[in-house]
């Protein structure tokens, strides 16, 4: 699938395999995003004892995937509007799970 047979020139075989290698980089990048938020999802439906123990467990996690969000937002994988959303989404959801 890199060259297709109507690929003729030179340039648009080297475009042709460009664009297999950002697509690929960028489908890496989206899955690192999805893994950490996936990750702090199930981290805050668990059962803890208390809610200090909750949010000791959950901080960490949370700075990850606020960091995996705006890098992907920075190199224009994820437009930054949707990565500030999905942060601020997170981290609403963190601090009710650890206040109430």
């Given at each position: 699938?890199?060259?297709?047979?109507?690929?003729?020139?030179?340039?648009?075989?080297?475009?042709a395999?460009?664009?297999?290698?950002?697509?690929?980089?960028?489908?890496?990048?989206?899955?690192?995003?999805?893994?950490?938020?996936?990750n702090?999802?199930?981290?805050?439906?668990?059962?803890?004892?208390?809610?200090?123990?909750?949010?000791?467990?959950?901080?960490?996690?949370?700075?990850?995937?606020?960091?995996?969000?705006?890098?992907?937002?920075r190199?224009?994988?994820?437009?930054?509007?949707?990565?500030?959303?999905?942060?601020?989404?997170?981290?609403?959801?963190?601090?009710?799970?650890?206040?109430?």
């Amino acid at each position: 699938m890199a060259v297709k047979k109507s690929v003729r020139h030179k340039s648009a075989m080297k475009a042709a395999r460009q664009a297999l290698k950002h697509q690929a980089k960028n489908r890496a990048a989206l899955s690192q995003v999805k893994t950490a938020v996936k990750n702090l999802r199930q981290a805050l439906g668990e059962k803890t004892s208390s809610k200090a123990e909750l949010k000791k467990k959950v901080e960490p996690l949370l700075v990850l995937a606020q960091k995996t969000l705006m890098t992907a937002a920075r190199k224009k994988i994820m437009k930054r509007e949707t990565a500030s959303r999905k942060i601020s989404r997170l981290g609403r959801a963190v601090h009710v799970a650890t206040q109430a």
